[in-house]
């Protein structure tokens, strides 16, 4: 079923369409002449802002689309104190905004079996968390913000695609608007790394502006790989689009290789696993070893301060510009990254005993 997002303001757009075309152009000339004159770029993009706007206000389906293209080719800025992605995170805010006007109207449409859904509720539960902690919080205004900031992600990328992806075509939409521009960056940020012979140490400088590391960039690619054998399943094998994603799965894999993440190579040969796992019905069993596997675990670690076992030796715990010995590193414990997660957990517990709500 495709739920309607139009707002039926468009018959007065079209009775007026000559009117208003030469009004926006008038308006955007100014704009630009006066951007120029005072030497302030903002003013230049102010126009593209109303239009923005204006297609939120008309039916925010395509801005939803348009976050999509925009999503994988999103660089970071920083104003003073404040950072965002742009222009995905301003699109992202309206578009929140947009889904809390349109569920206030149209609740219904959020069905019990989505509200009942687990990943719902513990992300509802984790939500209301935040909420409580930021009470709680040693720093309130940086508390806010990252409420905020959640409150955003999640009504735009988990309660809008519940309104919008009903349909077949609205994924397939949804699909190409994510994979084309993501497919785009892979083969850019290829071509930039060969220019230095896809060497380890320089694969963080090939993945900038676009990523902010190569973690990042191994991990959204690595999201975005198995939803290229779904589309697949879309299409004929003698069309042209079955044809670009079949190319595109080796691309994508030399890509992951090079990415020189691990969690994303571990994750790729786990797909392959967790096929299986579905295919046989066995991720809640799945789920349940593993939650009992981690909880021992836990048990295990914090009793009697054994995680002071584990403890690494700070003075040979370096990054490592070469992949050999940076794997090396991370089997003997001596990884930067590795060893990083260790002393959160252990600080984790410590601001527990400290600050438990």
């Not at 208003?20 to 152009?25: E, Q, V």
């Not at 785009?184 to 060969?194: M, Q």
Request: proline share 4%.
């Amino acid at each position: 079923m495709q739920i309607n997002t139009d707002s039926k303001i468009p018959d007065f757009f079209l009775q007026n369409e000559k009117f208003l075309f030469w009004i926006a152009g008038i308006f955007s000339l100014l704009f630009l002449c006066a951007g120029i004159f005072l030497e302030r770029n903002w003013l230049c993009i102010l126009p593209f802002s109303f239009f923005i706007i204006g297609i939120a206000v008309l039916n925010f389906r395509y801005l939803f689309y348009l976050l999509m293209l925009v999503l994988p080719i999103s660089v970071e800025a920083e104003f003073g104190s404040i950072g965002t992605d742009l222009p995905s995170e301003p699109l992202l805010i309206l578009l929140a905004l947009c889904t809390l006007f349109f569920v206030a109207r149209n609740f219904h449409l959020l069905y019990p079996k989505q509200l009942k859904h687990p990943i719902t509720l513990m992300l509802i539960a984790l939500f209301l968390w935040s909420c409580v902690s930021t009470i709680y919080s040693t720093d309130v205004i940086v508390s806010v913000k990252y409420l905020l900031a959640k409150s955003w992600y999640l009504l735009g990328f988990f309660v809008l695609p519940i309104i919008l992806l009903k349909s077949k075509k609205s994924i397939q939409t949804f699909f190409w608007c994510l994979f084309v521009p993501t497919f785009l960056s892979v083969i850019y940020i290829l071509i930039r790394h060969s220019f230095s012979l896809f060497t380890f140490e320089s694969i963080n400088p090939a993945v900038h502006p676009i990523y902010r590391n190569h973690v990042t960039y191994a991990v959204f690619i690595t999201m975005v790989f198995p939803f290229i054998f779904l589309a697949k399943t879309w299409y004929p094998k003698s069309s042209r689009r079955y044809a670009l994603l079949n190319f595109s799965i080796p691309i994508f894999l030399l890509a992951i290789y090079f990415s020189y993440t691990r969690g994303a190579w571990i994750a790729v040969v786990l797909m392959l696993a967790f096929y299986f796992v579905l295919e046989w019905k066995l991720t809640k069993i799945i789920l349940l070893v593993s939650a009992i596997a981690v909880l021992i675990f836990s048990v295990y670690i914090l009793k009697d301060n054994n995680y002071l076992k584990y403890a690494p030796n700070y003075e040979h715990t370096i990054y490592h510009e070469d992949l050999s010995e940076h794997l090396t590193s991370t089997f003997e414990m001596e990884d930067m990254s590795t060893v990083e997660r260790f002393y959160r957990w252990i600080a984790a517990v410590h601001l527990f005993k400290e600050h438990p709500m």
